[in-house]
């Protein structure tokens, strides 16, 4: 069956570093990945997505990487801020239909 | 323009019960869905629906349903309330009906429901 998988325990550091969160997968080719960002009590916001044919993207602080051979992506936020401080989940897309996949999500604390 | 509107936002409810959730999607947007998050489980998805049609359907029990209207607002339904079906409940809209292409899937706030 299909597996996701990202750190589970939470991921701590110092503001201005660079925080980098992973996303393992099995038993699934998506089409695309998307990871967004959850804080307490709300909805999750999307942040990116990578297609399968996409080795990384970018967007202001953000990138992303995709390796389809190791079913991997890393998702890095460059020069840390406290205000980053939220669960973060990776989604996996299928080539048709918005039924997406979501791993566990990582916890980062960001700390000033 | 206006965000994916969840109602209501919190709501207890009795075992036995029935629920009714309420999703208006992003203006022009088609396909809605509806996914379950917990602690345990976290966010699973529950259906998908694309021109009033449902499109994908999770792994959950019949209790769960849903619909969508001609206007594309949605409705989900659990019957028959058990303690485990207490969870946020999130809707997520999006322009397309997925192709593979990469559209933006935006979500709601989620509606908190309880069974006590």
């Known amino acids: 069956s299909q597996k996701i998988e990202q750190n589970s325990e939470a991921l701590n550091i110092q503001e201005g570093k660079t925080a980098t969160l992973t996303c393992n997968y099995t038993n699934y080719s998506p089409a695309y990945l998307q990871w967004y960002r959850q804080d307490p009590g709300r909805g999750p916001v999307f942040l990116l997505l990578?297609?399968?044919?996409?080795k990384e993207k970018r967007k202001e602080r953000l990138k992303v990487t995709f390796d389809t051979t190791l079913k991997q992506s890393l998702f890095h936020i460059t020069a840390s801020q406290p205000a980053d401080s939220a669960t973060y989940l990776c989604?996996?897309?299928?080539?048709?239909?918005?039924?997406?996949?979501f791993g566990g999500g990582t916890r980062l604390m960001v700390k000033p | 323009k206006a965000g994916v509107t969840q109602t209501p936002r919190y709501l207890i409810k009795t075992r036995g019960q029935q629920v009714t959730l309420s999703c208006s999607p992003i203006?022009?947007?088609?396909?809605v869905s509806w996914y379950q998050q917990t602690p345990g489980q976290g966010l699973q998805f529950l259906f998908e629906y694309f021109s009033e049609t449902q499109r994908n359907k999770g792994n959950f029990p019949g209790r769960f349903s849903g619909r969508q209207f001609s206007n594309s607002r949605s409705e989900m339904n659990v019957s028959t309330l058990e303690l485990g079906d207490s969870a946020l409940y999130l809707c997520a809209s999006s322009s397309i009906a997925g192709t593979g292409s990469g559209n933006t899937i935006y979500f709601g706030e989620g509606s908190w429901l309880t069974v006590v």
């Open positions: 203006s022009g947007h088609r396909s």
């Open positions: 989604a996996l897309a299928p080539y048709a239909g918005n039924m997406l996949t």
């Open positions: 990578i297609r399968e044919n996409e």
